[in-house]
């Protein structure tokens, strides 16, 4: 079973759209990741939110929008999409918030803008 | 600001030899953790260290933390062709649960 899983994998769009990027985790884990990884393969955290509430909240464009709707699931949603939005996302989940535990990735979505 | 660096960014060795790839920060780590991605796939993480001068091993694959717990080392032994892919390294700084990563370095094994 996929323990942190993520739809769709790809996700190719015309700017300007708004499209949801889903993720959903079967640890019973009580916080949930997304991550952006930009064409350089840098890895920067956007959101976390530990049991449906936010808790990390780095400088994205406000067209970016996580809903925790359990803590379960953490859906990316994305307004008016830009070129530069282009990247791969990766949801992940660990137990806690405590530095020092292990984080469980998805397999990432590739999202490309035309 | 970036705070993870890796070296080297891209490595391509024979298969059989041995290599390293280095991560660095300028602060002190609370936790250091080792990932490996192949294209299109997500992270899989590897080993994680959180003891100054910490040493862990799986397969052919050992990770080292520094006492000062800044610098972390990746060893890949007799390397593989199934070794291929990119390694990222992923710290825990002062900020709990907020973990920045290095750009990565990408590993070609060749037969």
């Known amino acids: 079973d996929t323990a942190v899983s993520q739809t769709p994998k790809y996700l190719v769009t015309q700017m300007g759209n708004d499209k949801s990027i889903k993720c959903e985790q079967n640890?019973?884990?009580?916080?949930m990741y997304w991550y952006k990884q930009d064409s350089k393969k840098f890895l920067k955290i956007m959101f976390s939110?530990?049991?449906?509430?936010?808790?990390i909240n780095e400088t994205v464009p406000n067209r970016f929008s996580p809903k925790s709707p359990d803590k379960a699931h953490l859906n990316l949603h994305i307004n008016s999409l830009e070129l530069g939005d282009s990247a791969v996302y990766f949801c992940?989940?660990?137990?806690?918030?405590?530095?020092?535990?292990?984080?469980?990735f998805g397999q990432g979505t590739r999202l490309t803008v035309v | 600001s970036q705070e993870l660096e890796q070296s080297p960014q891209s490595l391509i060795v024979q298969e059989g030899k041995n290599l390293t790839i280095n991560c660095t920060s300028s602060?002190?780590?609370?936790?250091l953790y080792w990932y490996k991605q192949k294209y299109g796939e997500g992270l899989i993480f590897l080993m994680m260290?959180?003891?100054?001068?910490e040493e862990k091993s799986h397969e052919k694959i050992t990770a080292k933390l520094d006492e000062k717990k800044q610098q972390s080392s990746l060893h890949i032994t007799a390397s593989q062709p199934s070794h291929a892919g990119i390694y990222l390294c992923?710290?825990?700084?002062?900020?709990?649960?907020?973990?920045?990563f290095g750009d990565g370095t990408t590993l070609t094994v060749k037969p």
């Open positions: 992940a989940s660990s137990q806690d918030t405590d530095g020092g535990t292990e984080a469980f």
């Open positions: 640890l019973g884990h009580d916080t």
């Open positions: 939110y530990n049991n449906k509430e936010l808790i």
């Open positions: 602060k002190t780590l609370y936790g």
């Open positions: 260290l959180q003891k100054g001068g």
């Open positions: 992923g710290a825990d700084s002062s900020n709990a649960g907020k973990s920045t």
